[in-house]
T-cell receptor, first 114, second 115 residues
Framework: AQKVTQAQTEISVVEKEDVTLDCVYE???????LFWYKQPPSGELVFLIR??????QNEISGRYSWNFQKSTSSFNFTITASQVVDSAVYFC???????????FGQGTRLTINP | GAVVSQHPSWVICKSGTSVKIECRSL??????MFWYRQFPKQSLMLMAT?????????EQGVEKDKFLINHASLTLSTLTVTSAHPEDSSFYIC???????????FGSGTRLTVV
């Protein structure tokens, strides 16, 4: 069975601080995909990144970076120099090859205070 | 690419009435549609999976007779909440399978409030 755990329910930081959102997953498959989505108050899901299980290379996109470690089954997300606009709920998700449906973590509500 | 249109964005209905939510893939053909539900301050949970021209597959605990899914074409899928009750109030989001696009595009969601 597949499972995604985001242990941090809520995080609150002051603007310009760096913040890391944790994600731990469980799967029996060797081929799977990991995702991060941002959900602002309006509700829509904004796709941030997809990573497949064979690509452990860390990725950086502007102020966003992701650290994928298969050894610890983690796919953590870091925002550098956070901004108020980063305030949202962030979801980590897992998809096993063939299943294609997404299993979401519980989400982390991130609040960036000015 | 991978543009999804979901309507309505929000709807308020009375208990006992039915509500239809439409999800359209505007620039691609979706052979599979996933419908998710998100209760307030909770995560997204898969409700059902539909394949074009076939009956939908429902997740455990989701009533197939209450949540009717129609996926009659490759660009349109609908979710009808029949005999709605206040406990059906939730955020419903569609997600079409866009071929090799594993970005998993989502509709903008429909916020349903049953009074």
């Amino acid at each position: 069975a597949q499972k995604v755990t985001q242990a941090q329910t809520e995080i609150s930081v002051v603007e310009k601080e760096d913040v890391t959102l944790d994600c731990v997953y469980e799967t029996r498959d060797t081929t799977y995909y990991l995702f991060w989505y941002k959900q602002p108050p309006s509700g829509e899901l904004v796709f941030l990144i997809r990573r497949n299980s064979f690509d452990e290379q860390n990725e950086i996109s502007g102020r966003y970076s992701w650290n994928f470690q298969k050894s610890t089954s983690s796919f953590n997300f870091t925002i550098t120099a956070s901004q108020v606009v980063d305030s949202a709920v962030y979801f980590c998700a897992l998809s096993e090859e063939g299943a294609q449906k997404l299993v979401f973590g519980q989400g982390t509500r991130l609040t960036i205070n000015p | 690419g991978a543009v999804v249109s979901q309507h309505p964005s929000w709807v308020i209905c009375k208990s006992g009435t039915s509500v239809k939510i439409e999800c359209r893939s505007l620039d691609f053909q979706a052979t599979t549609m996933f419908w998710y539900r998100q209760f307030p301050k909770q995560s997204l949970m898969l409700m059902a999976t539909s394949n074009e021209g076939s009956k939908a597959t429902y997740e455990q605990g989701v009533e197939k007779d209450k949540f009717l899914i129609n996926h009659a074409s490759l660009t349109l899928s609908t979710l009808t909440v029949t005999s709605a009750h206040p406990e059906d109030s939730s955020f419903y989001i569609c997600s079409p399978r866009a071929g090799i696009n594993y970005g998993y595009t989502f509709g903008s969601g429909t916020r349903l409030t049953v009074v």
